[in-house]
């Protein structure tokens, strides 16, 4: 740790008091919920910002000349500098707000895809991609002539870079799209190392950050990266708001995405003029509250500091890989060497949604199926697998009730 760094210390009761709906219980129990990697609860921080937001200063944003516009439009601004201070970006004008990680990348693939990227060029992504981040290249690939490489991961859940290396020796592709942290295995890859692989070859890098900016401190500045996207939702914000966060040169060549209101700067019937970046990707009426709720959470997390929410849940891994593979029959896929709050797991006899369904009825919430990763379910030879993913709230007595769950279900199933 460098000098002048301090971990703060973590008080997990503390958070968990933040957040209401922990306090409830599910078929008489206490709820232990495990799904944060799908979407994470709200603090009421972000619950009280948002109710302010529409009691006390809701309007329209950018064009009324009003006092509550003026206002709103000021609170709108402020979550996208508190957006870019977040991934340590350049200025605001880097950060785009879309409807969460799923448009920013398709976004991207629009815009950058079909408006500077060349037919017969190439786009690489990798196994353990969200669908996200594998069928907009897909659309990219049969509507431009994109060519969609796909890298191969390891064994043990990890980017074969080796294999990545040789899929950029020819030259011809462009983009290189890749998950920062995977939903399914808690793989965290390595960025830095990726960016400079990427560039040495001539190609942009691209991370879907979904999961590892819940987790781990992002600086797309270090990282060296040239796309970076991440959702709201699992950041403990609400639903509805995304960021696309790109180099400004880069959001300069690129075309509008949609069009409409707010996007331009004038327009006739003979031609329209695009707004300046940013605003030249939000077209309508943009998630004014949802972007307040979204500044609260980050302010939230920053708060906690993600120092602390690291060990914190490094901790909690740990246990739950000692915990978990000591239950007979089960197994655990991935096994990467740097990896974050996400544990999958097959239970021998058992299919993923009877082990969620028999744990459900003990008020544990995780999630089954193929996690919208269907081509990595294929390359880890299942057609699904149960996952617990932990949050910032999450105890090492909620793994315990987790493992003592699925010892029960092993025992129905037996």
Not at 131 to 136: G, M, T
Not at 192 to 209: C, N, S, T, V, Y
Not at 218 to 224: K, S, T
Request: glycine share 8%; proline share 4%; hydrophobic share 45%.
């Amino acid at each position: 740790m460098s000098v002048g760094v301090s971990v703060r210390p973590f008080d997990v009761a503390r958070v968990r008091a933040d957040f209401p709906i922990l306090a409830q219980k599910i078929y008489g129990r206490d709820l232990v919920f495990l799904d944060s990697a799908a979407s994470a609860q709200k603090p009421r921080a972000v619950i009280a910002a948002m109710t302010e937001a529409m009691e006390r200063q809701y309007a329209n944003v950018h064009r009324g000349i009003y006092w509550l516009s003026e206002r709103a439009t000021e609170a709108y601004e402020n979550a996208r500098d508190a957006a870019a201070r977040l991934l340590k970006a350049y200025d605001r004008s880097e950060i785009v707000f879309t409807r969460n990680s799923t448009e920013a990348i398709n976004l991207v693939a629009h815009s950058y895809g079909r408006g500077v990227l060349r037919p017969g060029q190439a786009v690489v992504i990798s196994e353990m991609e969200h669908h996200a981040n594998i069928v907009p290249w897909q659309m990219l690939r049969d509507a431009h002539g994109i060519d969609l490489r796909v890298a191969p991961i390891t064994d043990s859940g990890e980017i074969d870079l080796v294999s990545l290396a040789r899929l950029l020796e020819d030259g011809r592709v462009g983009l290189v799209a890749l998950t920062h942290m995977s939903n399914v295995l808690g793989t965290c890859t390595p960025a830095r190392r990726l960016a400079a692989l990427a560039h040495a070859h001539g190609a942009k890098l691209l991370l879907d950050g979904s999961q590892a900016i819940v987790h781990r401190i992002v600086d797309v500045q270090e990282i060296d990266c040239d796309f970076y996207v991440f959702t709201g939702h699992k950041l403990y914000g609400p639903t509805g708001i995304g960021v696309l966060w790109a180099r400004h040169e880069l959001l300069e060549q690129m075309p509008p995405f949609l069009g409409g209101g707010d996007m331009i700067s004038s327009v006739s019937f003979a031609r329209s003029e695009w707004a300046a970046v940013p605003h030249k990707f939000e077209a309508g009426t943009p998630p004014i509250v949802e972007a307040i709720g979204l500044a609260t959470a980050i302010a939230y997390v920053e708060a906690l500091g993600y120092e602390a929410i690291a060990a914190h849940e490094t901790t909690l891994v740990d246990h739950a890989l000692s915990r978990l593979s000591s239950i007979p029959g089960l197994r655990i896929f991935g096994h990467a060497q740097d990896r974050g709050g996400v544990v999958s797991f097959a239970l021998e006899g058992a299919h993923s949604h009877d082990i969620a369904t028999l744990l459900d009825r003990q008020g544990i919430a995780v999630r089954a199926g193929h996690h919208c990763a269907e081509p990595l379910m294929q390359r880890l030879g299942v057609e699904s697998t149960a996952r617990a993913s932990f949050g910032l709230y999450t105890t090492k007595d909620e793994i315990d009730a987790l493992a003592e769950g699925i010892d029960r279900v092993r025992e129905f199933f037996a």
